[in-house]
């Protein structure tokens, strides 16, 4: 974890993943760095990725909006497609066992 927050950084991530997988540093942060955008590619294909036992990532369409912005003026925000992710009822399970 960060030694300002209780946050895990990806840093974090790679060096815990490396030690785990015996993998070279590098190679966890190569392979981290293509699924990501192996994610961003699929989700802008409009596909969903389903990753079993820890859940699925998707877009949710966003109805647009009036807002009030903080200047006082009327705002109006469009429709738009927003990154969603759902934990699957395994993952939930095993986590709040730990707890």
Known sequence: ??????????KELVKRIAERTMLPAGEV???LNAFE????????EGKKVKITGFG???????????VKA????VVK???RLA???TFS?????EVRKEL
């Open 89 to 93: 009822a395994a993952f939930v399970r």
């Open 70 to 73: 903080p200047t006082g003026e």
């Open 29 to 31: 942060k190569l392979i």
């Open 1 to 10: 974890m960060s030694k300002e927050s209780n946050v895990v950084l990806k």
């Open 56 to 66: 699925t990532f998707s877009l949710v369409r966003r109805k647009g909006k009036t």
């Open 37 to 44: 955008e192996v994610l961003k590619e699929s989700l802008k």
């Open 77 to 79: 925000v469009a429709d």
């Open 83 to 85: 990154p969603k992710f």
